[in-house]
């Protein structure tokens, strides 16, 4: 007979992943190579799920003085640990995310990176729906700490191409668009600076519950100055990066196969 499923299941999920510029909220935080490992941990009872984790940005380029960096000049090491914890509710295809995220700078403000001066944190929400061929999610980010100032953000993913035998594997085209509302700079208090993507998966192998490949190409045309700047005295209106990632789920839905 089959055992009756679990009022509640505990999973953990560990994500690294690399990309050529690391962009936050549509701002460019960091312009050379970025590895960002993670780790998270689930609860997840019937509809509700209770999710927490940390997320770790590593600068692997050497910096020159002037270059856009969190680390600072001679990098090379950690500019920024997220520590974030969201509760989410199924309701269907559609599902409803609240949460926190701290952001913690590590760089060297002396030698033009991001200090511990920056740190601050933000309560978001989102509402996302899952279709057959459109995925849409509307999140809102308030910063309740430094900035206090809002950001809006609007994405899709469109599956253009699906290979349903294993090895899986998928391929997503993913858009997005983003409306400051209060994070930019503010000529009244100088030292509110602008605060700060989603990832697509592309392949999926079995393995200890879950394993996910994932690669991509990402662009982002700038449609104003504070995500235009590029390092110091530089500007970009259009800006492509490559990144890949792996992600591996032990337990909970991992292991039924959702």
């Known amino acids: 007979m089959a055992a009756p499923p679990a009022a509640a299941q505990l ?7 690399a990309g050529g510029r690391y962009v936050w909220h549509g701002i460019s935080r960091a312009a050379g190579l970025v590895a960002q490992p993670s780790l998270a941990v689930e609860l997840r ?14 600068e692997l380029d050497r910096v020159s003085s002037g270059e856009l960096s969190e680390t600072g000049a001679g990098g090379r090491h950690l ?9 989410s509710v199924d309701l269907g295809p559609t599902r409803l995310h609240a949460g926190l995220v701290r952001y913690v700078f ?8 991001v200090g511990s001066a920056r740190n601050t944190t933000e309560v978001f929400a989102s509402l996302s729906t899952t279709g057959r061929y459109l995925n849409p999610t ?16 609007a994405s899709l993913d469109l599956p253009v191409l699906g ?9 997503f085209a993913q858009t997005e668009m983003g409306l400051n509302l209060g994070q930019g700079p503010n000529p009244a208090r ?31 045309l700038n449609a104003d100055d504070a ?14 990066w490559l990144w890949t990632g792996v992600t591996i789920v032990l337990g909970g839905a991992g292991r039924t196969g959702q």
């Open 138 to 153: 509307l999140e809102a980010w308030w910063d309740v700490d430094r900035v206090r100032g809002a950001f809006l953000r």
């Open 106 to 113: 590590r760089g060297d403000s002396g030698t033009g990176g």
């Open 163 to 171: 290979w349903p035998f294993p090895p899986y594997a998928f391929v």
């Open 190 to 220: 100088p030292g509110e600076l602008a605060n700060f993507a989603s990832r697509v998966r592309a392949g999926r192998l079995p393995g200890i519950g879950a394993t996910t490949l994932a690669f991509g190409a990402r662009s982002q």
């Open 79 to 87: 500019g920024e640990e997220d520590l974030w914890g969201q509760a």
């Open 45 to 58: 009872a019937h509809r509700l799920s209770l999710q927490s984790g940390a997320v770790l940005h590593y």
């Open 11 to 17: 999973s953990a999920r560990t994500d690294v992943s």
């Open 227 to 240: 995500t235009r700047v590029d390092g110091l005295g530089r500007t970009r209106d259009f800006v492509v």
